[in-house]
């Protein structure tokens, strides 16, 4: 079991930043993926950024070169710095955690309870 504690959202204006973490419940260095999704009313759920154990990144198209994801194994925290936000950044932003299990040979899947990221002028 993994809990997932996200904070950092709020209201930011076209143009601004925001950093978002994730706190989780126990060594991140065993968890094989750390991810953000986010989430518009409407819209399903989306990858934003991901990276793996080995320190491996990956975007959305949408987000390449204006977020940079980050983990911090020390302090079992995983950030989410988001630049040059635009209006279409506004959703419901939520951690996930995937950890692959030898004893099924599957993947177990957590989430945090999401953080709201607002930009609006």
């Not at 950024?49 to 990956?58: K, M, P, R, W």
């Not at 309870?113 to 930009?119: D, N």
Request: hydrophobic share 30%; aromatic share 10%; with cysteine.
């Amino acid at each position: 079991q993994v809990q997932l504690v996200e904070s950092g959202g709020g209201l930011v204006q076209p143009g601004g930043s925001l950093r978002l973490s994730c706190a989780a419940s126990k060594s991140i260095f065993s968890i094989n993926i750390m991810g953000w999704y986010r989430q518009a009313p409407g819209k399903q759920r989306e990858s934003v950024a991901s990276i793996t154990s080995g320190g491996s990144t990956n975007y959305r198209d949408s987000v390449k070169g204006r977020f940079t994801i980050s983990r911090d194994n020390a302090k079992n925290t995983v950030y989410l710095q988001m630049n040059s936000l635009k209006p279409a950044d506004t959703a419901v932003y939520y951690c996930n955690a995937d950890l692959y299990d030898l004893a099924t040979d599957g993947w177990d899947s957590y989430w945090g309870q999401g953080t709201q990221v607002t930009v609006s002028s």
